[in-house]
Nanobody, 127 residues
Framework: QVQLVESGGGLVQPGGSLRLSCAAS????????MAWFRQVPGKEREFVAG????????YATGTVRGRFTVSRDNGKNTVYLQMNSLKPEDTALYYC????????????????????WGQGTQVTVSS
C-alpha cells in the first residue's frame, strides 16, 4: 500500500512562488508514475504535471508549462512541484497521485489512472 502526504501549500501573492512536496511511503517513488492534480469547488480535478516511473520523464499541462516544474528526489522518496509566477487562477486544492502501473502518455492526465492519492494541500494566490 502506498501512502502520500502533501505539504507546502499556503497563501502567496501573485507572482510569487511555492514548492509543494509529496512524501511517499510503501514504495520508492522511482517505481511509481506520479502526478499533481488540482481542484476548485464545483469543478473536476485537473491535471497539472506528472512524471513517469523509471527515467522520470515529466509532463505538464499547457496552462502551467514554463511556470511549474515537477521533480523527484529518490533519496527522500519525495516528489516536488515547484510553482513560480503564480496567478490567482492557480488557487486550488493540490493533490499528489501515484500508480504502480505504466500508463501511456495520453493517460497521465486522467485522474482514474492513479490508484493512490494524498489528502491535498491548499494553495491560495491572492493580494
Amino acid at each position: 500500500q502506498v501512502q502520500l502526504v502533501e505539504s507546502g501549500g499556503g497563501l502567496v501573492q501573485p507572482g510569487g512562488s511555492l514548492r509543494l512536496s509529496c512524501a511517499a511511503s510503501g514504495r520508492t517513488v522511482n517505481t511509481l508514475a506520479m502526478a499533481w492534480f488540482r481542484q476548485v469547488p464545483g469543478k473536476e480535478r485537473e491535471f497539472v504535471a506528472g512524471l513517469k516511473k523509471g527515467m522520470g520523464t515529466t509532463y505538464a499541462t499547457g496552462t502551467v508549462r514554463g511556470r511549474f516544474t515537477v521533480s523527484r528526489d529518490n533519496g527522500k522518496n519525495t516528489v516536488y512541484l515547484q510553482m513560480n509566477s503564480l496567478k490567482p487562477e492557480d488557487t486550488a486544492l493540490y493533490y499528489c497521485a501515484a500508480t504502480g502501473g505504466s500508463p501511456i502518455v495520453s493517460s497521465l492526465s486522467i485522474a482514474s489512472t492513479y490508484d493512490y492519492w494524498g489528502q491535498g494541500t491548499q494553495v491560495t494566490v491572492s493580494s
